[in-house]
């Protein structure tokens, strides 16, 4: 019964109920616009001054951002967003309304590394705690849905996977609608795959840098698993080139820009989790500009728009402020609690300080089955009782003899120490109990712990050594300033990151040894006595029969098909 005004008037605004909610002084809006009032509407936020303040800062990017492609293309993503999505962007007040509290920056840099981390939203002005930054209609957003509107029902059927289907829009936009499209001054603030380098678009002389680091084989399966898509999806027999050759041409459906796409929806499209219809994948406009924090405690999610008296049925992408800013400060959301070797395999990018980091370290255990012993008849292997029990309680828990565990910076790597707890079971432990009634989260016994403890120490150790330099190599590239700039951007990540990940491994390695002495299990009766008893090996980490921790999180979020 209100009818929808979709197009806001030029000039003033009426004052909105959720602005005269906030009218009793607990900042927001009301409090911007009695600022303003009192400093005569001039001041600091006058119209043009905080670009004119971004500009000396130098954060229009070069040359004050004069003939800068990249500003054309901000404006003209802000005004599509003003017209086709009535999302009020304005950079200047007007009655009962301050300016938008966001501003495009086109150049922002990392604080410690000085790595450039492209665009990025700014605070146009102080912001406090929970203001509302933004909101985008979803239908500005590019989803399954958009996508076989724009496709067609019968290429791009119901169910299809969310990736594959936003790829085949994402290209369909840029390569083939190019300037005719209806998103084009969205594309045109897309990044191109130089300006992401995510590790699997690297080429193989930048990935050898990585040697030694788990990231390597996560990064390999992900490169096929892309391959592999493009051939069953698009260029292979049957596929939807051949079928639908004038929606897929093929000059512009290649696997170069099938790269391109999947650059863009591992590095931006965002899991919506509160819509009606439940979870579902997107490109946002705008709100995919804000860069990532590992201390940001804010998150983009859906809503449905209106007021929360008024809902209209349709729904918005919104995003609260997770803490004041001050002007001219970068914001920050979280992408979630992701590890360096994540951030680089998908994003391009990794943190110097990050609480979720994490190195994933193998351990392989064999345990000595009859048939083991038989194998491997005149080499003295001793058959260990509880081999087929072993064998049988991991396959009912959904592990094997090969797993993959994340060490983390400051936390113990319990599931690792509850696994191997199992493993170095002996009938002393269990004294005739069956496994399954031990509790692998407590010490079971101080030659289970001394064993355990050993074999961590052991599997840690080996995957420091796969390494091909060591971390003070790394350490010294770094500290060569004029050297290191002189690697490329690729290259300067793969050194930072592999010095971090033996930095976070010889600490877990010396917490482990502190462990050791401090529950006196370095004691000589007690380790021999660990491994004599000891019927399980560790063995060399890289019999890999099973997924990385990294490709199993890789699985979750919902990537077609299995990697192998
Ligand atoms: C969702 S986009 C954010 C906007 C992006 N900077 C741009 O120019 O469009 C994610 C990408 O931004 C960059 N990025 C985000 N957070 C970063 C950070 N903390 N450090 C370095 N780069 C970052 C990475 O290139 C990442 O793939």
Same mark, same amino acid.
């Given at each position: 019964f209100v009818p929808q005004v979709r197009h806001r008037p030029l000039t003033a605004k009426p004052v909105t109920r959720r602005s005269m909610a906030a009218g009793g002084g607990e900042g927001g809006e009301a409090e911007w616009v009695k600022a303003l009032l009192e400093a005569g509407g001039g001041g600091k936020n006058a119209p043009g001054k905080f670009e004119e303040e971004m500009k000396m800062k130098g954060l229009l990017g070069p040359n004050r951002g004069k003939g800068n492609p990249k500003l054309t293309a901000n404006s003209r993503l802000v005004s599509w967003l003003e017209s086709e999505g009535d999302v009020y962007l304005s950079e200047s007040s007007t009655w009962g309304e301050a300016p938008h509290p966001l501003a495009i920056s086109t150049e922002t840099v990392d604080e410690i590394t000085n790595e450039s981390s492209g665009r990025g939203l700014l605070a146009r002005r102080s912001i406090n705690d929970g203001d509302e930054l933004l909101k985008i209609p979803l239908d500005l957003c590019i989803t399954r849905r958009s996508a076989r509107k724009a496709l067609g029902k019968d290429a791009l059927p119901e169910g299809i996977n969310e990736y594959l289907a936003m790829a085949c829009q994402l290209i369909h936009e840029k390569y083939v609608q190019g300037e005719e499209s209806f998103y084009a001054p969205y594309v045109g603030v897309l990044p191109e795959v130089e300006e992401v380098n995510p590790t699997f678009t690297w080429p193989d002389e930048d990935l050898e840098f990585l040697r030694g680091s788990p990231i390597v084989a996560a990064t390999r399966s992900l490169q096929m698993k892309l391959r592999r898509e493009y051939d069953d999806l698009l260029g292979g027999d049957g596929g939807l080139i051949s079928k639908f050759p004038e929606k897929f041409p093929v000059e512009h459906y290649t696997y170069e820009n099938w790269v391109w796409a999947f650059t863009m929806l591992f590095s931006r499209a965002i899991r919506l989790r509160n819509l009606r219809v439940g979870e579902r994948l997107a490109m946002v406009p705008y709100a995919d500009l804000i860069n990532h924090s590992a201390f940001s405690q804010a998150f983009i999610d859906a809503r449905e728009s209106g007021d929360w008296l008024f809902k209209d049925g349709e729904e918005e992408v919104i995003l609260y402020a997770d803490r004041g800013y001050r002007q001219m400060e970068q914001v920050y959301i979280s992408?979630?609690?992701?590890s360096n070797a994540e951030l680089l395999l998908l994003y391009g990018f990794a943190l110097e300080r990050n609480p979720y980091n994490s190195v994933d370290v193998t351990v392989s255990i064999s345990p000595r089955t009859a048939a083991v012993v038989a194998a491997n008849e005149g080499m003295g292997i001793e058959e260990d009782p509880l081999a087929q029990e072993k064998l049988d309680f991991l396959s009912s828990v959904g592990r094997g003899q090969t797993v993959d565990f994340p060490c983390y %910076?400051?936390?113990?790597?319990v599931e690792m120490l509850e696994y191997l707890r199992l493993m170095m079971m002996t009938p002393d432990d269990t004294r005739g109990k069956p496994?399954?009634?031990?509790?692998?989260?407590? %010490?079971?016994s101080s030659a289970n712990e001394a064993a355990v403890l050993k074999s961590v120490v052991a599997a840690v150790k080996y995957q420091l050594g796969l390494f091909p330099q060591t971390e003070e190599d790394d350490a010294a590239i770094i500290k060569d300033k004029a050297m290191f700039r002189l690697l490329s951007y690729n290259q300067r990540m793969a050194v930072r990151h592999r010095r971090n990940e033996k930095r976070l491994l010889k600490r877990t390695l010396a917490a482990l040894e502190k462990q050791i002495r401090n529950k006196g299990l370095d004691e000589e009766d007690v380790l021999s006595r660990a491994e004599g008893s000891t019927l399980g090996e560790v063995l060399k980490g890289e019999t890999r029969k099973q997924k990385t921790a990294l490709e199993d999180k890789l699985e979750k979020m919902g990537l077609p098909i299995d990697i192998r």
């Open positions: 992408y979630g609690q992701k %910076t400051d936390r113990y790597p496994l399954m009634d031990f509790d692998y989260s407590r %010490t079971i």
